[in-house]
């Protein structure tokens, strides 16, 4: 590979680990937005996991020169018709911290049974390599997710956003309290970068051809 440089599109530093845990196999540099001297914030405003995750992958890669990773993710709430969803990071307003939106749901699902908390995790992963000169763009999309119910009450310190109220039941306890290999073994983004892994493993990007395919796990 003439050039392995991967620059992670997000300045969520949770996600920066979580990425390099599940993609440091393949080989690449993976950089992040710090590394390469880069402020950037995109606005997601799609409608569509795949629309915000690809707005900030062309983003990031327009603006470092470089092929860029970005995520997109949220928790859907079968009682709440399907919310947070895209608005998972925002959800409550941007004041809040990852543990108020967390009681927010909570207060949200405090008449719902047991039976009825139904959710799961979802995540779209796209790469994108820059746009310049001649050259088309090359992009593509892996989706992922995970099924599972919301406690009652918050349990465990590991991980992060909503994992310490997302029970994963095969295992019976919240996400929040798997290590990081268990996590990353049956998580949503888990899941979308093991869908990525065989498109990235095709580098260099710019020899892939041109246009948008999705790929799922």
Do not use: Q
């Not at 949770?14 to 992040?32: A, Y």
């Not at 909503?162 to 949503?188: C, N, Q, W």
């Amino acid at each position: 590979m003439a050039d392995n440089r991967l620059l992670l599109a997000t300045n969520n530093a949770h996600k920066v680990r979580e990425l390099r845990r599940l993609l440091g196999h393949l080989g690449l540099d993976l950089l992040t937005p710090d590394d390469v001297g880069l402020s950037l914030d995109v606005v997601e405003d799609g409608d569509t996991y795949e629309a915000n995750a690809l707005a900030k992958a062309r983003a990031f890669a327009d603006a470092s020169g470089l092929p860029a990773l970005a995520d997109d993710s949220g928790i859907e709430v079968d009682a709440l018709g399907g919310r947070p969803g895209l608005h998972s990071a925002r959800y409550g307003g941007s004041g809040l911290t990852d543990e108020g939106r967390v009681a927010l749901l909570l207060r949200e699902l405090a008449d719902v049974g047991d039976g009825e908390r139904t959710a799961r995790y979802r995540a779209v992963l796209a790469v994108a390599s820059p746009a310049t000169g001649s050259a088309a763009r090359s992009e593509r999309t892996a989706e992922g997710s995970c099924e599972g119910t919301i406690a009652r009450v918050g349990d465990g310190a590991h991980g992060f956003g909503y994992d310490p109220v997302f029970v994963v039941p095969a295992l019976g306890v919240t996400m929040a309290r798997l290590t990081d290999e268990e996590k990353d073994a049956i998580s949503h983004r888990g899941n979308a970068a093991r869908a990525m892994a065989p498109i990235l493993a095709a580098w260099p990007l710019a020899a892939l051809a041109p246009g948008v395919t999705g790929a799922r796990s």
